[in-house]
């Protein structure tokens, strides 16, 4: 093998989302769709503010940056899912299952730093929008996402190292979709005490300390929003803030329920579908709720779409 310790395993079987054959060609041409309107929307995305000088604002270089992980976060999952609903034998290398691994981690972990950047972003638009030009300066719209990202590469480091220094002799069966942290240390037969410890401490600030900073952001906006005086400006400001809320609680409670418990509280399969919402539905939906329902990003993919058909 080319990495790893004194592992014996040489390749993990995948048992994927279900046992029952009749259902795996459904859920291939399911999340065949899913990742389709992901790929489209994030992509799309990307390239609308690419290439729209007046989307080349702080909250579209975030916005930016979070479809830009979501496209690299569901590529490095979905597509060997789908290839697992129609194979006979659904396996994966030593090597490659940590790979998986890693980039998982590291996706998901800047996808959790960049939603709180973009938070406290909003807050600093609606609640000091005087200082907005100053506090998100050029400097620091090019500093925090080489923040979120180091944050994202130490984090997705720390899980795999110690995965690493794991053995895996005899049992090599994977119950679930892909190579995720928990699924993994049940096969271990050696003390997975300190990967325990780095999940412990990883998803606690994940959830913990970013969490917080969403919650504290979204009350000071709420606060300014109740004074608003125009009931069109309170509707319409409320009703981007929920949809913000929304994927949040769905990305940050999913992973959560999924990681922060006594391993004998949640069964494994029960954190499959857990797993699914964070990993392919949220992905998926961002574009649509922080994008499309945007009335800047509706006139900018209008104005794309008159040139090319004039050109």
Known sequence: MDIGNSSLVTEFILVGLSKYSEIQLPLFFLFMGIYIVTVAGNLGLVTLIRLNSHLHTPMYYFLFNLSFIDLCYSSAITPKMLVNFVSKMNTISYAGCMTQLFFYCFFVNAECYVLTVMAYDRYVAICKPLLYT??????????????????????????????????????????????????????????????????????????????????????????????????????????????????????????????????????????????????????????????????????????????????
């Open 134 to 311: 100053v506090i998100m300066s050029p400097k620091a719209c090019s500093l925090l996402p080489v923040i979120v990202y180091m944050g994202a590469f130490i984090a997705s480091s720390a899980h795999t190292g110690c995965m690493l220094r794991l053995t895996f002799c005899d049992a090599n069966t994977i119950n679930h979709y892909m190579c995720d942290i928990l699924p993994l240390l049940e096969l271990s037969c050696t003390s997975t005490h300190i990967n325990e410890l780095v999940v412990l401490i990883v998803v606690g600030f994940d959830v913990g300390v970013t969490g917080l900073i969403v919650i504290i952001s979204y009350a000071f906006i709420i606060s300014s929003i109740l004074r608003i005086h125009s009931a069109e400006g309170r509707s319409k400001a409320f009703s981007t803030c929920s949809s913000h809320v929304i994927v949040v609680f769905v990305f940050f409670g999913s992973g959560a329920f999924m990681y922060l418990h006594p391993s004998s509280v949640l069964s494994m399969d029960q954190g499959k579908v857990s797993t699914v919402f964070y990993t392919i539905v949220v992905p998926m939906l961002n574009p649509l709720i922080y994008s499309f329902r945007n009335k800047e990003v509706k006139v900018a993919l209008k104005k794309s779409l008159s040139r090319k058909i004039f050109s």
